[in-house]
């Protein structure tokens, strides 16, 4: 299983090298575009990966950079090309963040220390590398900080020893109910910073509006993660609803959906599901609102409309229902019946 590790590349080290490297990396894509450009206008067939590198062979030396770096630039922008559908790809500016990518016999790692192209470049050695290392690449953020990505080949996981069964609402006021009652509280940093972010739009500070989004990504990703390995560890089986972000955005509620992140939740719930053997499955959430989870009445809180209803009682059963809770139990439930379905 290939998995990437991303280490911050110390401050102190030569990062004015990986600028210039950065500089000759655009160069390089910006060639493969401006090719692109000509086949288009003289209706040329469009090069090829084959082509580009054949086209661009040679060049490393002058560029400063490795042979398999400029190869590797040529690969991504023929794939890029084809995965997007793009008959041309963007440009690579000064804006663009720095990306130099490279394979495992261009680098050699030690220690703390990368060595690619005669030189050292330090990092913060913040974990062990489970494997070796199969190629990489250094990258900037969007606050231009340098890191070094290793894709390394790592042992398959362990499966998870977890019992549990459980139905995940995803929601606005809290991130996700579980079916077993246990809520996930949806960190609202965004909203805490966005009067800051607005006062550094305002004064026209783009440097502190990056560093801000920059930061809050960097938090979000790193609570998804933690959330999403404890369930997989907890669990065997996860059903999520599908609730679509892309119609709430449309919506005034789009800050608080993008605070929780839904969708970064769910894939990296999906990917730790597989890697550790729990089952996962999303369900349609039509209808999960208004079910009763007890007796299977249709009567509580109908649509978006009946969001400040948190505690509803069935008509039928007389049952006391939290709605988010409710919600989820009726994910569970409908999991469990896709499951059935799936055996039949
Ligand atoms: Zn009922």
Redesign the pocket.
């Known amino acids: 299983m290939i998995k990437t590790f991303r280490y911050r590349i110390k401050d102190s080290t030569n990062g004015a090298k990986l600028d210039e490297m950065a500089r000759a990396v655009n160069f390089v894509w910006n060639f493969c575009n401006e090719t692109q450009e000509h086949a288009l206008r003289w209706n040329l067939r469009w090069p090829t990966y084959q082509d580009l590198c054949k086209l661009t062979a040679g060049s490393g030396k002058e560029l400063g950079l490795h042979s398999q770096t400029v190869q590797a630039a040529c690969e991504q922008y023929a794939i890029r090309r084809q995965q997007f559908k793009k008959r041309r790809l963007r440009w690579r500016g000064r804006r663009s963040p720095g990306w130099i990518p490279f394979k495992a016999s261009g680098v050699k790692v030690d220690g703390d220390a990368v060595r690619y192209l005669g030189q050292g470049f330090r990092f913060w050695n913040s974990r062990e590398l489970p494997g070796a290392i199969k190629s990489g690449s250094f990258g900037q953020d969007a606050r231009k900080r340098w890191y070094v990505n290793f894709a390394v080949d790592c042992p398959e996981d362990q499966p998870t020893t977890g019992t549990k069964h459980i139905g995940i609402d995803l929601g606005l006021k809290t991130l996700a109910t579980c079916s077993d009652g246990t809520k996930i509280e949806a960190p609202r940093w965004y909203r805490n910073r966005q009067k800051r972010l607005a006062e550094f739009q305002r004064k026209r500070k783009p440097r502190k509006v990056r560093n801000l989004h920059a930061k809050i990504a960097n938090r979000r990703r790193d609570f998804l993660h933690k959330e999403s390995a404890r369930l997989v560890n907890e669990c065997e089986l996860i059903v999520v609803g599908d609730v679509s972000s892309a119609k709430l955005t449309k919506t005034n509620m789009a800050k608080s959906v993008n605070d929780a992140g839904w969708s970064m939740f769910r894939n990296l719930l999906e990917y730790k599901a597989i890697a550790r053997k729990v089952v996962y499955r999303e369900v349609s959430e039509r209808f999960t609102t208004q079910t009763?989870s007890?007796?299977g009445?249709i009567g509580g809180p109908k649509g978006r409309n009946g969001l400040e209803v948190r505690e509803w009682v069935?008509g039928?059963?007389g049952?006391v229902l939290d709605r988010d809770v409710n919600a989820a139990l009726n994910i569970l439930r409908l999991g469990h019946q896709s499951l059935l379905a799936e055996v039949r």
């Open positions: 009763c007890c007796c009445a069935c039928e059963c049952a």
